[in-house]
């Protein structure tokens, strides 16, 4: 299983961008790169995914590097809620591969009122 | 409105007894899986399911066990071999993305 390396912890001030860093070096072509977040007690939530392009949706930014090899997650202005431990983990195919979402220790974010 | 639901929330077993904990989907996926969290630590994969009436082992399927008779149900149970089985457990499905239930705490009293 390809792997992930994450920064143990960060901090931003609320209403700031955050950027969250993710390496994946042995990422293959199939492979897609997912986010999920996990608030304390709670079930980890989806986030984002994509495969080679920028992605954007209602709660992040995914920006992908041109090899792939690393990817940043951008909060455009966090707030308190959005305080987590922040997962980025590879995921084959969805529809083709062995389906498995192999989690690392995340990073934990921090907001600063 | 269509998700995962765990139960229970909170679960106390004695020493030496199985335990199973509860999973249903209605996402119509065909892949679910079990996850173990301790504190302060990350999700390890006990087992997952691709299909019905086949799972696979996770990295940590000693003293669990999973049956998947049904798409919906994915149910996990403790026996008495796990060794230290006090943990927060996790069941996810997934299709292009996975969602997750809010979890079983359960303890070992």
């Known amino acids: 299983d390809a792997k992930t390396t994450q920064p143990n912890s960060m901090e931003s001030n609320e209403e700031e961008p955050v950027h969250l860093p993710c390496n994946h070096s042995?990422?293959?072509?199939?492979?897609?790169i997912h986010w999920y977040r996990q608030l304390p007690s709670q079930g980890p939530e989806y986030v984002i995914h994509g495969l080679t392009s920028n992605v954007n949706n209602r709660m992040a930014s995914l920006a992908i590097a041109e090899d792939r090899k690393s990817s940043t997650l951008i909060l455009h202005r966090a707030t308190l809620r959005d305080a987590a431990v922040y997962y980025c983990i590879l995921r084959d195919h969805p529809y083709s591969g062995t389906y498995k979402y192999i989690f690392g220790t995340g990073t934990r974010l921090k907001v600063l009122a | 409105d269509g998700g995962i639901t765990q139960s229970p929330k909170y679960l106390f077993r004695k020493e030496g007894q199985n335990v199973t904990l509860s999973c249903e989907q209605n996402l119509n996926h065909d892949a679910m899986y079990w996850y173990r969290q301790d504190p302060g630590q990350g999700l390890r994969l006990i087992y997952y399911?691709?299909?019905?009436?086949?799972?696979q082992k996770g990295d940590i399927a000693e003293g669990y066990s999973v049956s998947r008779e049904k798409k919906e149900s994915f149910p996990l149970t403790v026996t008495s071999a796990q060794k230290n089985p006090t943990a927060f457990y996790l069941c996810?499905?997934?299709?292009?993305?996975?969602?997750f239930g809010q979890g079983t705490r359960l303890t070992v009293v």
């Open positions: 399911s691709q299909i019905v009436n086949d799972f």
């Open positions: 042995t990422i293959s072509g199939t492979d897609y």
């Open positions: 996810a499905s997934s299709g292009t993305e996975a969602f």
